[in-house]
């Protein structure tokens, strides 16, 4: 199991500790969730931030854009350090495009979906995507309960997968923890994103251990 720690959970005035620390840890990706206030209600950071983290981390730098207009944004966004780039399928109006565009400027591509957002509307993109992420809150503010219809729409979406015979992964995010991480494997998960559950608990990195090996 792929484990993306969320970095809007980190502690910022200690930023460059945490990273430290998840740089020891079995972490292989970091999951960045950059917010608009516009699509959802909540601001988060952009591109300073990003390029720091890029500097002081070694992970697979994961990418959630919760934002309008992604495509205005997406080149610079991969200069400062997006390796998986991520849009919703609520913001774009022209997805083929944008995915491609987001291909071509050297990034791999993803598409999350809202709670409200069936996986069957990803049928005529899905072997062209890299990753499909499952919003099992709904987006814009950590802490939330986790949807527990989650566990249907990534059974749904995994059907999806092998029937167009599509390689992209799936990932979650929102109230993921150990409680639900096997669960959540045993659907059809390949990469579970947590935050709070990760750095609020008493010792991070082995929380991390545990999550990956469920």
Wanted: some cysteine.
């Amino acid at each position: 199991m792929i484990v993306a720690p969320s970095v809007l959970s980190a502690d910022f005035g200690n930023l460059n500790k945490d990273l430290e620390m998840l740089n020891k840890s079995e972490a292989e990706w970091l999951h960045i969730d950059i917010m608009d206030g516009v699509f959802v209600p909540n601001i988060s950071f952009g591109f300073p931030v990003l390029k720091t983290i890029r500097e002081k981390s070694t992970q697979f730098l994961d990418v959630h854009l919760m934002i309008v207009q992604p495509e205005k944004y997406i080149s610079e966004f991969i200069q400062n350090g997006a390796q998986m780039l991520t849009i919703h399928f609520e913001t774009c109006t022209h997805l083929h495009r944008t995915i491609f565009q987001i291909k071509n400027d050297g990034a791999k591509a993803g598409i999350a979906l809202n709670p409200h957002t069936s996986v069957d509307l990803l049928e005529d993109i899905i072997s062209d995507l890299d990753l499909v992420l499952i919003m099992s809150v709904n987006p814009g503010f950590g802490g939330q309960k986790f949807i527990e219809n989650t566990y249907s729409k990534v059974e749904k979406l995994k059907n999806l997968i092998l029937k167009k015979n599509s390689k992209a992964l799936i990932e979650i995010d929102g109230g993921v923890s150990l409680q639900n991480a096997l669960l959540l494997k045993n659907a059809g998960a390949d990469v579970l994103v947590a935050g709070n559950a990760v750095f609020s608990s008493e010792n991070p990195s082995e929380y991390i251990k545990l999550m990956a090996n469920v």
